[in-house]
């Protein structure tokens, strides 16, 4: 008697092992069937009154065995329809269907040109530095020559934090170049790029922020041909082979003898003569041999090593580049803006 009760627990034991469900419909027939109010496995255990005393305590773990399977069983189907809801079942896949695009942000254009000049120098050897843009007075003034009476130092153009007149958010990214002279020896080879702050009126064409890259090699021997042959690799990587650059001089506290860059743009349409000013050429760089003095206040010796830097805005890049008109429009991350640039790398 006892065995033949056994065999039909293992019976719904060995079907139990078979059940698949495929949809929330089959789940609910499987709870129904072995979880039930009415369910089989509580049927079997009406059935303990007909087995023998001796075997009572073994049948009583048997179910519990059942029982227990069958929980995990539902559990583990819930999981599956819960990690596949939504999909369809492979009988009903629709192979042709059009897939669902997702949508993949863009990068800022100013993040476009800042990687594309990082890319060009990190070509001929020049790492990346990154500084804090919260500086101090002698980084971003002192230790670059720049004079405790020149007019940059003024609240009209330096943002100084609070109650000091030393801390202040750094105006130009040279401060990386004290940074780095401080810290390293040479031979040094950076390019620093980051956001710079001026207390200027904004407009369509300037904003109190922006973003600059620094370079900065010093060495032995380093000569003013080396960074105008430098300049022009860039100029050519960035503008294209037939790129023609002019070195005008200028002057910065922190170079000697200093320039400006211009590369030529051409006069071909109407916006070119705009742009240039009817000279067809395109001012891009602030450059110079680094003057002795700031190697002097960085601790080194301007006997042994010489070095030249250069540093440029971006955001006028990516407004010539682009095309965009408005420089206030590179801060205001208006989506319909940034969506231009998706795909752009
Ligand atoms: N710091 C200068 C500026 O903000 C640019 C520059 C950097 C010029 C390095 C010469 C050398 O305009």
Redesign the pocket.
């Known amino acids: 008697m006892s065995s033949e009760i056994f065999a039909k627990v293992q019976r719904v034991l060995e079907i139990l092992h078979t059940e698949t469900i495929t949809d929330a419909t089959s789940l609910e027939s499987f709870r129904i069937k072995y979880l039930g109010s009415k369910n089989e496995i509580k049927a079997l255990f009406g059935e303990i009154k007909n087995v023998d005393n001796d075997r009572k305590k073994e049948f009583g773990q048997l179910l519990n065995d059942l029982k227990q399977a069958a929980e995990e069983k539902f559990e583990l189907f819930k999981e599956q329809l819960e990690s596949t809801s939504g999909s369809q079942s492979a009988t009903d896949l629709d192979l042709t269907a059009p897939v669902e695009m997702f949508s993949s942000g863009s990068r800022h254009p100013v993040s476009l040109i800042l990687n594309k000049i990082i890319n060009i120098f990190g070509r001929i050897g020049f790492t990346v530095a990154e500084e804090r843009e919260i500086e101090d007075d002698w980084h971003n003034f002192s230790a670059m020559n720049t004079p405790e009476d020149h007019p940059a130092r003024d609240m009209q153009d330096t943002f100084y934090l609070k109650d000091s007149t030393t801390e202040l958010l750094r105006t ?1 990214t ?1 401060s990386v170049q004290a940074r780095i002279m401080t810290t390293q020896k040479p031979p040094i080879r950076i390019i620093a790029p980051g956001r710079v702050y001026r207390n200027e009126t904004i407009s369509s064409r300037s904003h109190c922020q922006f973003h ?1 890259v ?1 370079g900065l090699y010093i060495d032995k021997n380093v000569s003013f041909a080396d960074m105008k042959q430098t300049l022009l690799y860039f100029a050519r990587e960035m503008y294209g082979p037939q790129a023609e650059i002019r070195l005008r001089p200028s002057f ?1 506290p ?2 000697e003898p ?1 320039a400006e860059m211009d590369v030529y743009w051409g006069l071909n349409n109407e916006d070119d003569y705009r742009i240039t000013k009817g000279t067809g050429w395109l001012e891009i760089l ?3 041999m680094v003057d002795p003095n700031v190697l002097i206040n960085c601790g080194i010796d301007p006997e042994v090593y010489s070095g030249f ?3 440029m805005g971006i955001e006028r890049q990516a407004m010539l580049q682009y095309k965009i008109t408005d420089i206030r429009q590179l801060f205001e991350n208006d989506a319909r803006f940034l969506r231009q640039f998706s795909g752009v790398i």
Do not use: D, L, N, Y
């Open positions: 130009h040279s600059q620094e910065f922190f170079t200093s602030g450059c110079g830097a250069f540093g």
